[in-house]
């Protein structure tokens, strides 16, 4: 959802901070507190800054147009961004429950005061050609955002913005749904403290519980040094499936219903799909080449692919010489094995 607002983020974040004058930083809060005492506050100053920027009588200049629209776009990403990280990765339930509700109020503000609201478009693109062509960069920059605009349907009358609009809330929802869904589904194993052989002291001592078992979430803190240390390939693939089962079956129909949601936005924009849309504006510029992009790869990357496959397999039938093949599961155990022995081989030589 944070991928269509990166658009207005290039005018503010890479062109030179000598035209648009300094910002300072939101401070960051690590218990979530002070988001969930301000937000509300950013989302009203944001909304009168945009008023402001939408009233303003007079030629439009850098100074009274761009600067001031540079400073909102700021301060509404950098709240935008807290609540989307305290949604995903804050400790507190609660905190992630009111932090998601507000990711939804920003994705609102979003869709209807940023990229779909008119009057910022005609204030942008009444921007003095001349002031502006004095610089290449700038100049740019504008004429990639006011094409995003037209893309997402700016010109298409009323009637078809509030749709649109409506459309987008729904994606939103969706979207922080499923997003919801997966921080929530956090999966747990318990396991034998003999069964993690080859895993650090520290990491079983942490986890052990009082039966003597071993707690293992989904978390990637969790399951990462599985993969790579593990000896057991029971273990690597138990907890392997625990991690990439996550969401499953609840992400399910809110996956199915995005991917219609994003198709029909496509076709009211004109778009075959949300593939053709997505990659128009992108180095690849079309579906098909994406596809040609990867096939090439696949082919170029294929010899040497299985060269590293066949050594990773090769680590693997010193424990298992019957072996046929290398699990998905058994890759970062054998990579990691493969590497000690070739610094120690490095170290000898």
């Given at each position: ?77 950098n709240a935008y961004y807290e609540a989307y990280l305290f949604a ?70 009323a009637v078809f913005l509030d749709n649109l609009q409506k459309l ?53 803190p969790d399951t990462r040094p599985v993969s790579k240390y593990a ?119």
């Open positions: 959802m944070l991928r269509r607002f990166c658009v207005l983020l290039w005018l503010s974040l890479l062109a030179n901070p000598t035209i648009y004058g300094k910002v300072d930083n939101v401070p960051f809060d690590g218990t979530g507190k002070s988001f969930i005492a301000s937000h509300q506050v950013a989302l009203e100053e944001v909304e009168k800054e945009l008023q402001s920027i939408e009233s303003f009588s007079g030629p439009r200049t850098i100074e009274n147009t761009l600067i001031p629209f540079r400073q909102t776009v700021q301060k509404f990403s995903n990765a804050h400790p507190d339930k609660s905190i992630r429950d009111k932090a998601f509700a507000a990711v939804q109020r920003f994705a609102k503000m979003e869709s209807e005061r940023f990229l779909l609201n008119p009057k910022l478009f005609q204030a942008l693109n009444s921007l003095d050609p001349k002031e502006i062509k004095q610089n290449t960069e700038l100049s740019n920059q504008l004429a990639d955002l006011l094409r995003e605009y037209r893309r997402a349907g700016i010109d298409k009358g987008d809330a729904k994606i939103n929802k969706t979207a922080s749904e499923f997003s919801k869904n997966l921080t929530e589904d956090v999966r747990v194993i318990y396991v034998r403290p003999e069964s993690l052989e080859g895993l650090p002291k520290d990491y079983i001592e942490n986890r052990r519980q009082k039966n003597g078992l071993i707690k293992i979430t989904s978390n990637y000896k057991s390939p029971a273990v690597r693939r138990q907890v392997y499936l625990l991690g990439r089962q996550r969401g499953f079956p609840k992400n399910v129909e809110p996956l199915k219903a995005l991917l219609e949601l994003r198709r029909e936005k496509a076709n009211m924009l004109g778009y075959k799909s949300w593939a053709h849309y997505s990659t128009e504006t992108k180095m690849s510029g079309s579906p098909q080449k994406v596809i040609q992009f990867l096939d090439d790869v696949k082919k170029l990357s294929y010899d040497t692919a299985m060269k590293d496959y066949n050594l990773l397999l090769a680590e693997k039938r010193r424990d298992f010489p019957s072996a046929k093949n290398l699990a998905v599961y058994d890759s970062a155990y054998y990579e990691n094995l493969y590497k000690k022995e070739c610094l120690i081989w490095m170290g000898k030589s």
